[in-house]
């Protein structure tokens, strides 16, 4: 049984920089292609990530799409059917991506999908889940096993996407009840992402049991406004301050007012930055100028503290 060690640390300076995730796929040639296509798109990711000067990078999750990567390894699902009962994995399967990004760089975070996102994401075609709820508390238990792996990689943060949540078609209370058996099973901070507008599902989101929560502020500047009076003491905010839904590549000056507006609210202290979401649909040049342009805003900001 799992219980709720003491958390390590996530930031060490004020308005430290990171991504959400996802990087373009860069294709590559030659003989090791053929043995691993993916290879080359994962040492570009690394690369510009380090390359940017972000604080904690990720491997690029350039393997598949967020709910594939995961539900293609977990015997009970195939293709995107609920066939039986859902199991862990048989081996890790993000943690060889991991294992390089942690030998680049000194701090990064291993990534999950979240278990209500991947329910959400099949098809119920077995007798034993009578709906998505109870299909999502069994593939909580079976990440538990992808999570403690990702630990042992060396990443500093567990990261959870569950964009899901911000729809309202989802059960929360089940939702928080499947990221909790995951992250009373870790050692590590751990920090849930969640696009779109959170309007409708803030106060039932911020009680989730994580160290640290992530949501987009670019496109939807209006989920700012949302947490004037809410009490955010001993958590740690990831601010999307730059629009991952477009190649047009913000200004340092425009990065920095977003920022600013951010830290109004915000202790900077306990304040990530970061891209709205990943930015695996963008041309690697616009995903690198991003990144560049964010940590220069973040470095302006902090200097000006």
Avoid at 26 to 35: E, P, W, Y
Avoid at 56 to 69: E, T
Avoid at 93 to 116: E, L, N, Q
Avoid at 130 to 141: F, G, H, I, K, S
């Amino acid at each position: 049984m799992c219980g709720f060690p003491v958390k390590r640390k996530i930031i060490d300076k004020a308005l430290s920089t990171t991504v959400v995730g996802s990087y373009p796929v860069i294709s590559s040639s030659g003989i090791f292609s053929t043995l691993d296509p993916f290879k080359g798109a994962v040492k570009a990711a690394v690369f510009d990530q380090v390359a940017a000067g972000i604080d904690i990078i990720s491997d690029g999750q350039v393997r598949g799409d967020i709910i594939q990567l995961f539900t293609s390894k977990l015997p009970g699902i195939k293709g995107q059917d609920v066939v039986g009962k859902v199991y862990p994995a048989h081996a890790p399967i993000t943690t060889k991506d991991t294992k390089y990004a942690v030998s680049k760089a000194p701090r990064v975070k291993g990534i999950i999908t979240g278990p209500t996102t991947l329910a959400y994401g099949l098809h119920l075609n077995t007798p034993i889940y009578r709906d998505r709820e109870e299909l999502t508390v069994d593939v909580a238990v079976a990440l538990v096993a992808e999570a403690r792996a990702l630990e042992e990689a060396g990443v500093t943060l567990l990261q959870i996407d569950e964009p899901i949540l911000s729809t309202g078609v989802a059960d929360l209370a089940v939702g928080a009840q499947a990221i909790e058996i995951i992250t009373r099973c870790v050692n590590l901070p751990t920090c849930i992402h969640v696009c779109g507008n959170l309007e409708s599902v803030i106060d039932d989101v911020l009680k989730f049991k994580v160290d640290a929560f992530d949501f987009e502020f670019s496109k939807n500047p209006d989920n700012l406004d949302l947490f004037g009076s809410k009490d955010l003491v001993g958590k740690v905010i990831g601010y999307g301050c730059v629009d991952s839904s477009t190649d047009k590549v913000e200004s340092v000056e425009e990065i920095k007012k977003r920022i600013e507006r951010g830290i109004e609210i915000f202790d900077p202290v306990s304040t990530l930055v970061d891209p709205d979401c990943g930015l695996r649909f963008r041309s690697r040049d616009a995903a690198a100028a991003k990144l560049k342009n964010l940590v220069s805003a973040a470095r302006e900001v902090r200097n000006e503290l």
